[in-house]
Protein backbone atom coordinates (compact mmCIF):
# COMPACT_ATOMS: atom_id res chain seq x y z
CA UNK A 1 0.00 0.00 0.00
CA UNK A 2 1.55 3.46 -1.59
CA UNK A 3 0.59 7.08 -1.42
CA UNK A 4 0.56 8.10 -4.90
CA UNK A 5 3.35 10.82 -5.70
CA UNK A 6 0.86 13.69 -5.63
CA UNK A 7 -2.12 12.79 -3.20
CA UNK A 8 -5.67 13.65 -3.84
CA UNK A 9 -7.68 15.15 -1.55
CA UNK A 10 -9.67 12.17 -0.63
CA UNK A 11 -7.71 8.50 -0.66
CA UNK A 12 -8.72 5.54 -0.20
CA UNK A 13 -6.53 2.72 0.75
CA UNK A 14 -7.36 -1.40 0.04
CA UNK A 15 -5.49 -3.27 2.57
CA UNK A 16 -4.16 -6.32 1.54
CA UNK A 17 -4.98 -9.72 2.84
CA UNK A 18 -2.49 -9.95 4.95
CA UNK A 19 -3.55 -6.81 7.12
CA UNK A 20 -7.05 -7.86 6.92
CA UNK A 21 -6.08 -11.32 8.60
CA UNK A 22 -3.79 -9.22 10.92
CA UNK A 23 -6.90 -6.99 11.80
CA UNK A 24 -9.38 -10.25 12.62
CA UNK A 25 -6.15 -11.35 14.99
CA UNK A 26 -5.82 -8.06 16.54
CA UNK A 27 -9.72 -7.91 16.89
CA UNK A 28 -10.64 -11.60 17.80
CA UNK A 29 -7.43 -13.07 19.04
CA UNK A 30 -5.13 -10.17 20.81
CA UNK A 31 -7.35 -8.67 23.67
CA UNK A 32 -9.59 -10.55 25.78
CA UNK A 33 -11.24 -7.55 27.10
CA UNK A 34 -12.97 -5.27 24.82
CA UNK A 35 -12.85 -2.25 27.37
CA UNK A 36 -9.02 -2.16 26.69
CA UNK A 37 -9.21 -0.20 23.41
CA UNK A 38 -10.25 3.17 25.76
CA UNK A 39 -7.16 2.67 27.86
CA UNK A 40 -5.22 1.94 24.37
CA UNK A 41 -6.80 5.60 23.23
CA UNK A 42 -6.30 7.25 26.07
CA UNK A 43 -2.50 6.04 26.35
CA UNK A 44 -1.61 7.15 23.11
CA UNK A 45 -3.40 10.42 23.62
CA UNK A 46 -0.83 10.38 26.95
CA UNK A 47 2.07 9.45 24.68
CA UNK A 48 1.24 12.74 22.13
CA UNK A 49 0.64 14.88 25.24
CA UNK A 50 3.94 13.74 26.63
CA UNK A 51 5.86 14.50 23.18
CA UNK A 52 3.91 17.93 22.58
CA UNK A 53 5.44 19.22 26.38
CA UNK A 54 8.73 17.71 25.47
CA UNK A 55 8.62 19.73 21.77
CA UNK A 56 7.98 22.66 23.89
CA UNK A 57 11.25 22.66 25.73
CA UNK A 58 12.82 23.68 22.71
CA UNK A 59 10.57 24.99 20.26
CA UNK A 60 8.32 28.22 20.81
CA UNK A 61 6.34 27.73 17.28
CA UNK A 62 3.47 25.68 18.14
CA UNK A 63 -0.13 25.92 17.81
CA UNK A 64 -2.49 26.97 21.17
CA UNK A 65 0.95 27.14 23.06
CA UNK A 66 -1.56 28.02 26.20
CA UNK A 67 -3.87 25.07 25.28
CA UNK A 68 -4.40 23.17 28.47
CA UNK A 69 -2.38 19.51 28.13
CA UNK A 70 -5.65 17.01 28.72
CA UNK A 71 -7.70 14.34 27.59
CA UNK A 72 -11.46 14.74 27.03
CA UNK A 73 -14.14 12.01 26.48
CA UNK A 74 -17.26 12.38 25.36
CA UNK A 75 -20.43 10.77 24.44
CA UNK A 76 -23.68 10.68 22.59
CA UNK A 77 -26.11 7.37 23.57
CA UNK A 78 -28.67 8.47 20.61
CA UNK A 79 -25.83 8.69 17.89
CA UNK A 80 -24.09 5.38 19.48
CA UNK A 81 -20.74 7.97 19.19
CA UNK A 82 -17.91 7.63 22.05
CA UNK A 83 -14.92 10.70 21.08
CA UNK A 84 -11.95 10.61 22.98
CA UNK A 85 -9.41 14.35 22.29
CA UNK A 86 -6.46 14.77 23.50
CA UNK A 87 -4.18 18.76 22.86
CA UNK A 88 -1.07 16.80 22.17
CA UNK A 89 1.35 16.79 19.51
CA UNK A 90 -1.15 16.30 16.40
CA UNK A 91 -0.36 14.33 13.19
CA UNK A 92 -0.15 15.75 9.34
CA UNK A 93 -1.04 13.75 6.70
CA UNK A 94 2.18 11.81 6.98
CA UNK A 95 2.30 11.09 9.93
CA UNK A 96 -0.92 9.84 9.91
CA UNK A 97 -0.81 7.58 7.05
CA UNK A 98 2.70 6.33 9.01
CA UNK A 99 1.66 5.92 12.20
CA UNK A 100 -1.98 4.31 11.52
CA UNK A 101 -1.14 2.68 8.34
CA UNK A 102 2.39 1.20 10.10
CA UNK A 103 0.55 -2.54 10.20
CA UNK A 104 0.03 -1.80 6.21
CA UNK A 105 4.26 -2.03 5.81
CA UNK A 106 6.33 -5.32 5.98
CA UNK A 107 5.87 -5.60 9.94
CA UNK A 108 2.18 -7.27 9.07
CA UNK A 109 4.02 -10.25 7.25
CA UNK A 110 6.98 -10.63 9.88
CA UNK A 111 3.96 -10.30 12.42
CA UNK A 112 1.95 -12.84 10.72
CA UNK A 113 4.84 -15.12 9.91
CA UNK A 114 5.62 -15.15 13.55
CA UNK A 115 2.39 -16.03 15.13
CA UNK A 116 2.21 -19.15 12.18
CA UNK A 117 5.44 -20.07 12.96
CA UNK A 118 3.99 -20.43 17.11
CA UNK A 119 1.88 -23.12 15.82
CA UNK A 120 -1.52 -20.89 17.08
CA UNK A 121 0.03 -20.37 20.50
CA UNK A 122 -0.87 -16.40 21.88
CA UNK A 123 1.09 -13.88 19.86
CA UNK A 124 0.45 -11.48 23.44
CA UNK A 125 4.31 -11.83 24.07
CA UNK A 126 5.71 -11.23 20.40
CA UNK A 127 3.74 -8.55 19.26
CA UNK A 128 5.91 -5.80 20.91
CA UNK A 129 7.10 -4.35 17.87
CA UNK A 130 3.85 -3.40 16.01
CA UNK A 131 2.47 -0.19 16.87
CA UNK A 132 -1.25 -2.10 16.42
CA UNK A 133 -3.08 -1.01 20.34
CA UNK A 134 -4.75 2.03 18.52
CA UNK A 135 -6.78 -0.86 16.33
CA UNK A 136 -8.39 -2.54 19.62
CA UNK A 137 -10.80 0.21 18.57
CA UNK A 138 -12.63 -2.16 15.96
CA UNK A 139 -14.11 -4.76 19.03
CA UNK A 140 -16.75 -2.43 19.78
CA UNK A 141 -16.93 0.37 16.66
CA UNK A 142 -17.73 -0.43 13.30
CA UNK A 143 -16.52 2.76 11.97
CA UNK A 144 -13.72 5.13 13.36
CA UNK A 145 -13.02 8.69 12.56
CA UNK A 146 -9.94 10.02 13.30
CA UNK A 147 -9.04 14.18 12.78
CA UNK A 148 -5.91 16.08 13.69
CA UNK A 149 -3.64 18.73 13.18
CA UNK A 150 -0.34 18.84 13.86
CA UNK A 151 1.18 21.49 16.60
CA UNK A 152 3.25 22.97 13.46
CA UNK A 153 1.32 26.14 11.96
CA UNK A 154 1.52 25.11 8.34
CA UNK A 155 0.59 21.76 8.41
CA UNK A 156 -3.40 20.84 7.54
CA UNK A 157 -5.52 19.32 9.50
CA UNK A 158 -6.32 15.71 8.35
CA UNK A 159 -9.03 12.70 8.66
CA UNK A 160 -8.19 9.51 8.59
CA UNK A 161 -11.60 6.86 8.21
CA UNK A 162 -11.98 3.10 8.37
CA UNK A 163 -14.20 0.46 8.81
CA UNK A 164 -12.04 -2.54 10.19
CA UNK A 165 -12.51 -4.00 6.95
CA UNK A 166 -10.47 -3.87 3.75
CA UNK A 167 -9.51 -0.62 3.63
CA UNK A 168 -9.31 3.05 4.87
CA UNK A 169 -9.66 6.69 4.05
CA UNK A 170 -7.33 10.02 4.03
CA UNK A 171 -8.59 13.58 3.33
CA UNK A 172 -8.00 16.98 4.19
CA UNK A 173 -10.07 18.34 7.04
CA UNK A 174 -11.40 21.33 8.70
CA UNK A 175 -10.05 21.66 12.23
CA UNK A 176 -8.51 24.86 14.15
CA UNK A 177 -7.20 23.46 17.63
CA UNK A 178 -3.94 20.92 18.17
CA UNK A 179 -4.42 17.70 18.78
CA UNK A 180 -5.92 14.37 17.85
CA UNK A 181 -10.17 13.79 17.41
CA UNK A 182 -10.91 10.09 17.96
CA UNK A 183 -15.02 8.97 17.38
CA UNK A 184 -16.08 6.03 17.36
CA UNK A 185 -19.24 5.12 15.67
CA UNK A 186 -19.96 2.02 18.70
CA UNK A 187 -21.32 -1.38 17.57
CA UNK A 188 -25.04 -2.18 18.75
CA UNK A 189 -23.79 -5.15 20.81
CA UNK A 190 -21.09 -2.55 22.60
CA UNK A 191 -23.84 0.14 23.16
CA UNK A 192 -23.60 -0.41 27.13
CA UNK A 193 -20.51 1.44 27.20
CA UNK A 194 -21.91 4.70 26.42
CA UNK A 195 -22.47 5.28 30.18
CA UNK A 196 -21.35 7.78 32.13
CA UNK A 197 -20.83 5.24 34.82
CA UNK A 198 -19.44 2.91 32.98
CA UNK A 199 -16.88 4.93 31.43
CA UNK A 200 -15.47 6.41 34.43
CA UNK A 201 -15.56 2.82 35.75
CA UNK A 202 -12.73 2.17 33.22
CA UNK A 203 -11.00 5.15 32.80
CA UNK A 204 -10.72 4.83 36.73
CA UNK A 205 -9.65 1.55 36.65
CA UNK A 206 -7.04 1.29 33.67
CA UNK A 207 -5.95 4.88 33.22
CA UNK A 208 -6.57 6.49 36.61
CA UNK A 209 -2.95 7.66 37.24
CA UNK A 210 -2.47 8.90 33.60
CA UNK A 211 -0.11 11.93 34.78
CA UNK A 212 -2.90 14.38 32.40
CA UNK A 213 -6.09 15.72 33.59
CA UNK A 214 -9.33 13.04 32.11
CA UNK A 215 -12.51 15.03 31.82
CA UNK A 216 -15.77 12.91 30.69
CA UNK A 217 -17.81 15.71 29.98
CA UNK A 218 -16.71 18.59 32.08
CA UNK A 219 -15.76 16.13 35.02
CA UNK A 220 -11.63 15.71 35.48
CA UNK A 221 -12.33 11.96 36.75
CA UNK A 222 -8.97 10.19 37.13
CA UNK A 223 -6.54 11.07 40.35
CA UNK A 224 -2.97 12.22 38.00
CA UNK A 225 -0.96 11.95 41.09
CA UNK A 226 0.06 8.31 41.41
CA UNK A 227 0.58 7.72 45.34
CA UNK A 228 3.42 4.93 44.91
CA UNK A 229 5.15 7.78 42.98
CA UNK A 230 5.10 10.01 46.05
CA UNK A 231 8.25 10.26 48.88
CA UNK A 232 6.81 7.48 51.81
CA UNK A 233 7.61 10.28 54.17
CA UNK A 234 5.45 12.21 52.31
CA UNK A 235 2.15 9.96 52.71
CA UNK A 236 0.02 9.90 55.60
CA UNK A 237 -1.22 6.29 57.19
CA UNK A 238 -5.19 7.53 56.26
CA UNK A 239 -3.68 8.05 52.57
CA UNK A 240 -2.44 4.69 52.40
CA UNK A 241 -5.56 2.91 53.96
CA UNK A 242 -8.27 5.37 51.58
CA UNK A 243 -6.14 3.84 48.80
CA UNK A 244 -5.86 0.18 49.60
CA UNK A 245 -9.98 0.38 50.48
CA UNK A 246 -10.64 1.73 46.68
CA UNK A 247 -8.29 -0.58 45.48
CA UNK A 248 -9.72 -3.93 47.41
CA UNK A 249 -13.23 -2.40 48.65
CA UNK A 250 -11.94 -4.04 52.21
CA UNK A 251 -13.05 -1.53 55.06
CA UNK A 252 -10.54 -3.22 57.26
CA UNK A 253 -6.70 -1.82 57.74
CA UNK A 254 -4.56 -4.20 56.07
CA UNK A 255 -1.68 -5.71 58.44
CA UNK A 256 1.48 -4.67 56.39
CA UNK A 257 1.57 -1.72 54.21
CA UNK A 258 4.97 -1.54 52.18
CA UNK A 259 6.35 1.63 50.03
CA UNK A 260 9.30 0.83 47.64
CA UNK A 261 10.73 2.90 45.75
CA UNK A 262 14.07 1.63 44.05
CA UNK A 263 16.22 2.73 41.30
CA UNK A 264 18.77 -0.71 41.01
CA UNK A 265 18.64 -3.47 39.89
CA UNK A 266 15.62 -2.11 38.23
CA UNK A 267 13.67 0.96 38.87
CA UNK A 268 10.42 0.50 40.13
CA UNK A 269 7.68 2.20 42.39
CA UNK A 270 6.08 -0.39 44.52
CA UNK A 271 3.34 -0.08 46.97
CA UNK A 272 1.88 -3.06 48.80
CA UNK A 273 -0.18 -4.30 51.12
CA UNK A 274 -0.94 -7.54 52.74
CA UNK A 275 -5.03 -7.93 54.83
CA UNK A 276 -6.25 -8.35 57.69
CA UNK A 277 -8.46 -11.23 56.37
CA UNK A 278 -8.18 -13.66 53.80
CA UNK A 279 -11.67 -14.04 53.09
CA UNK A 280 -13.00 -10.71 52.96
CA UNK A 281 -17.05 -11.39 52.29
CA UNK A 282 -18.90 -11.08 48.92
CA UNK A 283 -18.03 -7.45 48.26
CA UNK A 284 -14.61 -7.96 47.30
CA UNK A 285 -14.71 -9.55 44.39
CA UNK A 286 -12.72 -12.12 42.18
CA UNK A 287 -9.62 -10.46 40.87
CA UNK A 288 -10.47 -6.76 42.59
CA UNK A 289 -7.38 -5.77 44.34
CA UNK A 290 -4.69 -8.31 43.47
CA UNK A 291 -1.23 -7.00 42.16
CA UNK A 292 -1.40 -4.71 39.52
CA UNK A 293 1.39 -3.90 37.22
CA UNK A 294 1.73 -0.25 35.10
CA UNK A 295 4.04 1.03 33.20
CA UNK A 296 4.42 4.73 33.37
CA UNK A 297 1.63 5.41 35.30
CA UNK A 298 -0.20 3.09 32.77
CA UNK A 299 -2.37 -0.04 33.76
CA UNK A 300 -0.65 -3.43 32.18
CA UNK A 301 -2.10 -5.74 33.95
CA UNK A 302 -4.94 -5.96 36.44
CA UNK A 303 -3.61 -9.12 37.87
CA UNK A 304 0.34 -9.46 37.58
CA UNK A 305 0.45 -13.09 38.53
CA UNK A 306 4.02 -13.09 37.38
CA UNK A 307 5.56 -10.77 39.41
CA UNK A 308 5.02 -12.48 42.36
CA UNK A 309 5.56 -16.28 43.24
CA UNK A 310 2.56 -18.72 42.97
CA UNK A 311 2.10 -18.68 46.93
CA UNK A 312 2.78 -15.01 48.07
CA UNK A 313 -0.72 -14.34 46.32
CA UNK A 314 -2.35 -12.96 49.90
CA UNK A 315 0.13 -9.33 48.28
CA UNK A 316 -2.08 -6.64 46.79
CA UNK A 317 -1.67 -3.77 45.53
CA UNK A 318 0.57 -2.19 42.56
CA UNK A 319 3.87 -1.70 41.18
CA UNK A 320 5.11 0.75 38.64
CA UNK A 321 8.38 0.39 36.41
CA UNK A 322 9.82 3.09 33.70
CA UNK A 323 12.08 0.37 32.40
CA UNK A 324 10.14 -2.50 31.40
CA UNK A 325 9.75 -2.76 27.58
CA UNK A 326 5.79 -4.12 26.55
CA UNK A 327 4.26 -5.43 24.14
CA UNK A 328 1.64 -3.24 22.23
CA UNK A 329 -1.28 -5.26 23.68
CA UNK A 330 0.15 -4.06 27.35
CA UNK A 331 -1.54 -7.80 28.32
CA UNK A 332 2.03 -8.94 28.68
CA UNK A 333 5.31 -7.91 29.62
CA UNK A 334 7.96 -8.83 26.85
CA UNK A 335 11.49 -8.82 29.39
CA UNK A 336 11.49 -11.92 31.63
CA UNK A 337 14.48 -11.15 32.35
CA UNK A 338 13.54 -7.45 33.96
CA UNK A 339 10.59 -9.41 35.19
CA UNK A 340 12.53 -11.51 36.97
CA UNK A 341 14.60 -8.63 38.33
CA UNK A 342 11.56 -6.97 39.57
CA UNK A 343 10.34 -10.33 41.21
CA UNK A 344 13.49 -11.14 43.37
CA UNK A 345 13.44 -7.38 44.59
CA UNK A 346 9.89 -7.47 45.68
CA UNK A 347 9.42 -10.93 46.93
CA UNK A 348 12.91 -10.32 48.89
CA UNK A 349 11.35 -6.91 50.35
CA UNK A 350 8.32 -8.77 51.14
CA UNK A 351 10.01 -11.48 53.05
CA UNK A 352 12.08 -8.98 54.98
CA UNK A 353 8.88 -7.37 56.04
CA UNK A 354 7.46 -10.62 57.54
CA UNK A 355 10.69 -11.27 59.29
CA UNK A 356 10.64 -7.68 60.71
CA UNK A 357 7.00 -7.69 62.01
CA UNK A 358 8.29 -11.40 63.49
CA UNK A 359 10.60 -9.68 65.44
CA UNK A 360 8.94 -5.83 66.43
CA UNK A 361 4.69 -7.15 66.75
CA UNK A 362 4.49 -11.28 67.21
CA UNK A 363 0.96 -10.80 67.83
CA UNK A 364 0.27 -9.21 64.77
CA UNK A 365 2.45 -11.79 62.78
CA UNK A 366 0.40 -14.51 64.47
CA UNK A 367 -2.85 -13.03 63.57
CA UNK A 368 -1.20 -12.86 59.53
CA UNK A 369 -0.09 -16.51 60.11
CA UNK A 370 -3.83 -17.69 61.19
CA UNK A 371 -4.87 -16.45 57.93
CA UNK A 372 -2.46 -17.02 55.30
CA UNK A 373 0.43 -19.56 56.85
CA UNK A 374 -1.03 -21.97 54.78
CA UNK A 375 0.78 -20.35 52.07
CA UNK A 376 3.89 -19.66 53.53
CA UNK A 377 3.61 -23.38 54.04
CA UNK A 378 2.78 -23.83 50.36
CA UNK A 379 5.62 -21.82 49.36
CA UNK A 380 8.12 -24.20 51.57
CA UNK A 381 7.06 -27.07 50.11
CA UNK A 382 7.04 -25.74 46.40
CA UNK A 383 9.69 -22.99 46.38
CA UNK A 384 13.50 -24.10 47.29
CA UNK A 385 15.05 -20.30 46.65
CA UNK A 386 13.32 -19.27 49.48
CA UNK A 387 13.01 -22.42 51.85
CA UNK A 388 15.29 -21.15 53.79
CA UNK A 389 14.12 -18.04 54.48
CA UNK A 390 10.01 -19.35 55.20
CA UNK A 391 11.31 -21.94 57.48
CA UNK A 392 11.97 -19.65 60.39
CA UNK A 393 8.41 -17.97 59.79
CA UNK A 394 6.27 -21.06 59.91
CA UNK A 395 4.41 -22.04 63.09
CA UNK A 396 3.44 -24.96 64.93
CA UNK A 397 1.34 -26.27 67.73
CA UNK A 398 3.02 -28.64 69.75
CA UNK A 399 2.25 -31.06 72.66
CA UNK A 400 3.69 -28.84 75.12
CA UNK A 401 1.74 -25.48 73.15
CA UNK A 402 -1.36 -27.00 72.08
CA UNK A 403 -2.89 -23.47 72.86
CA UNK A 404 -0.50 -21.78 70.97
CA UNK A 405 2.00 -21.26 68.20
CA UNK A 406 5.60 -21.33 68.10
CA UNK A 407 8.74 -21.40 66.05
CA UNK A 408 10.82 -24.34 65.03
CA UNK A 409 13.76 -22.37 66.69
CA UNK A 410 12.21 -22.10 69.85
CA UNK A 411 11.28 -25.86 69.77
CA UNK A 412 14.98 -26.64 69.72
CA UNK A 413 15.61 -23.95 72.34
CA UNK A 414 13.49 -26.63 74.39
CA UNK A 415 14.82 -29.91 73.42
CA UNK A 416 15.18 -32.12 76.24
CA UNK A 417 19.26 -33.08 77.09
CA UNK A 418 20.30 -35.19 74.28
CA UNK A 419 17.42 -35.35 72.39
CA UNK A 420 18.44 -35.48 68.32
CA UNK A 421 15.38 -35.16 66.68
CA UNK A 422 12.53 -32.98 66.15
CA UNK A 423 9.49 -34.73 65.94
CA UNK A 424 6.16 -34.54 64.60
CA UNK A 425 2.80 -36.55 64.32
CA UNK A 426 0.12 -36.38 61.96
CA UNK A 427 -4.04 -36.57 63.05
CA UNK A 428 -6.79 -35.23 61.50
CA UNK A 429 -7.90 -32.05 64.25
CA UNK A 430 -6.12 -30.68 66.77
CA UNK A 431 -8.64 -32.44 69.15
CA UNK A 432 -8.05 -36.00 68.22
CA UNK A 433 -4.34 -36.01 67.92
CA UNK A 434 -3.64 -34.85 71.49
CA UNK A 435 -5.68 -38.38 72.00
CA UNK A 436 -3.41 -40.34 69.82
CA UNK A 437 -1.78 -43.24 71.77
CA UNK A 438 1.72 -42.64 69.98
CA UNK A 439 1.71 -39.07 72.26
CA UNK A 440 1.84 -41.64 75.77
CA UNK A 441 5.87 -41.48 76.04
CA UNK A 442 6.42 -38.40 74.60
CA UNK A 443 4.17 -36.94 77.29
CA UNK A 444 6.35 -39.38 79.86
CA UNK A 445 9.51 -37.90 79.15
CA UNK A 446 8.17 -34.57 78.18
CA UNK A 447 9.44 -34.43 75.08
CA UNK A 448 7.75 -31.89 73.03
CA UNK A 449 5.97 -32.74 69.54
CA UNK A 450 4.69 -30.87 66.29
CA UNK A 451 1.35 -31.79 65.88
CA UNK A 452 0.63 -31.64 62.40
CA UNK A 453 -2.93 -31.45 61.10
CA UNK A 454 -3.21 -29.46 57.34
CA UNK A 455 -3.37 -31.86 54.69
CA UNK A 456 0.13 -30.27 53.53
CA UNK A 457 1.94 -30.91 56.50
CA UNK A 458 3.22 -34.58 54.85
CA UNK A 459 4.46 -32.21 52.06
CA UNK A 460 5.95 -30.12 54.48
CA UNK A 461 8.14 -32.11 56.65
CA UNK A 462 9.51 -33.56 53.77
CA UNK A 463 10.49 -30.12 52.41
CA UNK A 464 12.13 -28.78 56.01
CA UNK A 465 14.12 -32.08 56.25
CA UNK A 466 16.30 -30.81 58.71
CA UNK A 467 16.54 -27.41 60.71
CA UNK A 468 19.86 -26.52 62.81
CA UNK A 469 21.24 -29.82 61.72
CA UNK A 470 18.40 -31.18 63.78
CA UNK A 471 16.43 -34.14 61.67
CA UNK A 472 12.32 -33.94 61.72
CA UNK A 473 11.21 -37.53 62.94
CA UNK A 474 7.65 -39.23 62.85
CA UNK A 475 7.04 -39.39 66.39
CA UNK A 476 5.07 -43.08 65.17
CA UNK A 477 8.12 -44.56 63.68
CA UNK A 478 7.65 -47.97 65.15
CA UNK A 479 11.79 -47.76 65.44
CA UNK A 480 11.03 -44.65 67.66
CA UNK A 481 14.28 -43.71 70.35
CA UNK A 482 13.80 -41.28 72.60
CA UNK A 483 16.58 -39.27 74.71
CA UNK A 484 17.95 -41.80 77.18
CA UNK A 485 18.28 -38.91 79.87
CA UNK A 486 14.47 -38.15 79.85
CA UNK A 487 13.14 -39.69 82.64
CA UNK A 488 9.26 -40.12 83.98
CA UNK A 489 7.59 -39.27 87.09
CA UNK A 490 5.05 -41.36 87.26
CA UNK A 491 5.92 -45.31 87.58
CA UNK A 492 4.39 -47.85 85.69
CA UNK A 493 2.45 -50.27 86.15
CA UNK A 494 3.35 -54.10 86.56
CA UNK A 495 4.02 -55.59 82.97
CA UNK A 496 2.01 -59.06 81.73
CA UNK A 497 4.51 -61.96 82.18
CA UNK A 498 6.52 -63.15 79.02
CA UNK A 499 4.35 -66.41 78.47
CA UNK A 500 0.87 -64.12 79.23
CA UNK A 501 1.90 -61.92 76.44
CA UNK A 502 2.80 -64.37 73.78
CA UNK A 503 -0.41 -66.26 74.96
CA UNK A 504 -2.59 -62.99 74.71
CA UNK A 505 -0.72 -61.73 71.22
CA UNK A 506 -1.54 -65.18 69.71
CA UNK A 507 -5.04 -64.64 70.33
CA UNK A 508 -5.03 -60.86 68.35
CA UNK A 509 -3.72 -62.97 65.31
CA UNK A 510 -5.90 -65.42 65.15
CA UNK A 511 -8.95 -62.48 65.43
CA UNK A 512 -7.00 -60.15 63.33
CA UNK A 513 -5.83 -62.34 60.56
CA UNK A 514 -4.33 -60.76 57.59
CA UNK A 515 -5.87 -57.47 58.66
CA UNK A 516 -2.14 -56.32 61.05
CA UNK A 517 0.97 -57.65 59.64
CA UNK A 518 1.99 -58.34 63.25
CA UNK A 519 0.76 -58.13 66.90
CA UNK A 520 3.87 -57.36 69.05
CA UNK A 521 4.23 -55.99 72.78
CA UNK A 522 6.13 -52.35 73.24
CA UNK A 523 7.15 -50.30 75.86
CA UNK A 524 6.28 -46.92 74.46
CA UNK A 525 2.36 -46.88 75.18
CA UNK A 526 1.51 -45.45 78.92
CA UNK A 527 -2.50 -44.50 79.07
CA UNK A 528 -3.31 -46.50 75.77
CA UNK A 529 -3.89 -50.11 75.27
CA UNK A 530 -2.85 -50.53 71.82
CA UNK A 531 -1.53 -48.73 68.81
CA UNK A 532 -0.60 -49.36 65.06
CA UNK A 533 2.76 -48.26 63.67
CA UNK A 534 3.96 -49.03 60.21
CA UNK A 535 6.09 -51.85 59.94
CA UNK A 536 9.82 -51.54 59.56
CA UNK A 537 10.20 -52.05 55.83
CA UNK A 538 7.35 -50.89 53.82
CA UNK A 539 5.61 -47.54 53.31
CA UNK A 540 6.29 -45.25 56.30
CA UNK A 541 3.29 -42.61 58.05
CA UNK A 542 4.51 -39.67 55.81
CA UNK A 543 4.66 -41.06 52.61
CA UNK A 544 1.26 -43.43 53.59
CA UNK A 545 -0.28 -39.74 54.14
CA UNK A 546 1.04 -38.48 51.01
CA UNK A 547 -0.33 -41.19 48.96
CA UNK A 548 -3.68 -41.47 50.64
CA UNK A 549 -4.00 -37.30 49.89
CA UNK A 550 -3.28 -38.16 45.91
CA UNK A 551 -5.36 -40.89 45.36
CA UNK A 552 -8.40 -41.36 47.36
CA UNK A 553 -8.56 -45.10 46.14
CA UNK A 554 -5.00 -45.95 47.05
CA UNK A 555 -5.12 -48.97 49.47
CA UNK A 556 -3.46 -48.89 52.69
CA UNK A 557 -1.03 -51.36 53.49
CA UNK A 558 -1.49 -53.65 56.60
CA UNK A 559 0.57 -52.09 59.85
CA UNK A 560 1.69 -53.63 62.96
CA UNK A 561 -0.85 -53.52 66.19
CA UNK A 562 1.31 -52.71 69.42
CA UNK A 563 -0.27 -53.87 72.77
CA UNK A 564 1.12 -52.65 76.07
CA UNK A 565 1.01 -55.39 78.53
CA UNK A 566 0.93 -52.94 81.21
CA UNK A 567 -2.63 -51.81 80.37
CA UNK A 568 -5.67 -52.91 82.38
CA UNK A 569 -7.28 -53.37 79.81
CA UNK A 570 -4.71 -55.56 78.07
CA UNK A 571 -4.09 -57.22 81.30
CA UNK A 572 -7.81 -58.10 82.06
CA UNK A 573 -8.05 -59.20 78.31
CA UNK A 574 -5.29 -61.91 79.38
CA UNK A 575 -7.53 -63.57 82.07
CA UNK A 576 -10.68 -63.68 80.20
CA UNK A 577 -10.90 -67.22 78.50
CA UNK A 578 -11.57 -67.80 74.86
CA UNK A 579 -15.14 -66.47 74.42
CA UNK A 580 -17.14 -64.15 71.89
CA UNK A 581 -16.91 -61.61 74.35
CA UNK A 582 -12.86 -61.31 74.08
CA UNK A 583 -13.02 -61.35 70.95
CA UNK A 584 -15.16 -58.33 70.54
CA UNK A 585 -12.96 -56.39 72.72
CA UNK A 586 -10.32 -57.21 70.43
CA UNK A 587 -11.80 -56.20 67.47
CA UNK A 588 -12.72 -52.83 68.90
CA UNK A 589 -9.53 -52.10 70.24
CA UNK A 590 -8.48 -52.70 66.58
CA UNK A 591 -10.90 -50.27 65.37
CA UNK A 592 -10.17 -47.96 67.53
CA UNK A 593 -6.64 -47.71 66.87
CA UNK A 594 -7.49 -47.37 63.40
CA UNK A 595 -9.88 -44.40 63.95
CA UNK A 596 -7.23 -42.33 65.84
CA UNK A 597 -5.04 -42.93 62.94
CA UNK A 598 -7.82 -41.32 60.48
CA UNK A 599 -8.73 -44.59 58.95
CA UNK A 600 -12.95 -45.05 59.23
CA UNK A 601 -13.91 -48.47 59.94
CA UNK A 602 -17.43 -49.21 59.01
CA UNK A 603 -19.73 -48.05 61.29
CA UNK A 604 -22.54 -51.01 61.19
CA UNK A 605 -20.04 -53.36 62.34
CA UNK A 606 -18.83 -51.15 65.17
CA UNK A 607 -22.23 -50.38 66.73
CA UNK A 608 -23.44 -53.62 67.72
CA UNK A 609 -20.22 -54.58 68.91
CA UNK A 610 -20.22 -51.43 71.43
CA UNK A 611 -23.74 -52.92 72.53
CA UNK A 612 -22.60 -56.18 73.31
CA UNK A 613 -19.60 -55.05 75.16
CA UNK A 614 -22.03 -52.76 76.95
CA UNK A 615 -24.99 -55.55 77.71
CA UNK A 616 -21.91 -57.64 78.96
CA UNK A 617 -20.16 -55.05 81.68
CA UNK A 618 -24.18 -53.94 82.60
CA UNK A 619 -24.41 -58.13 83.00
CA UNK A 620 -21.40 -58.56 85.47
CA UNK A 621 -22.03 -55.57 87.63
CA UNK A 622 -25.50 -56.64 89.04
CA UNK A 623 -25.36 -58.52 92.24
CA UNK A 624 -25.61 -62.49 91.74
CA UNK A 625 -29.29 -63.55 92.04
Known amino acids: ?71 RITFDPEARTLTVTDTGIGMNRDEIVENLGTIAHSGAMAFIKAVQERGGQSPNDIIGQFGVGFYSVFMVAEKVEV ?187 QSNRLMQRLKQTITSRVLSELESLVEKSPERYLNFWNEFGRLLKEGTITDAAYRERLIPL ?5 LRHSNQLISLKQYVSEMVAEQEHIYYLFGDDPQSILRSPHLDVFRARKVDVLLLTDTIDSFLVNAIGIFEEKKLHNGADADLKLPAGAEEETPQAESLPAEAQATLIERFKRVLGERVQDVRATDLLRENPVRLVAPDQGFGADMERVYRLLDKDFKLPTRILEINPRHPIIRNLSAMPDEPLAEQIIEQLFEGALLIEGIHPRPVDMLPRLHAIMEAATRRSLPAE
Open 1 to 71: MRLPMTAPAAQTYEFRAEIQQLLHILIHALYTDREIFLRELISNASDALNRLRFEQLTNAEVIDPEAELAI
Open 394 to 398: LRFRT
Open 147 to 333: ISRSYRPNDQAVLWTSQGGTDYTVAPAERSQRGTQITLYIKEDAAELLNERTLKRIITTHSNYIPFPIYLGETVVNAQTALWRRNPREVEAQEYQDFFKQLTFDSNPPTLTIHQVADAPVQFYALLFVPAKLDRGILVGEGQGKLRLYARKVLIQDHAKDLLPEWMRFVEGVIDSEDLPLNISRETV
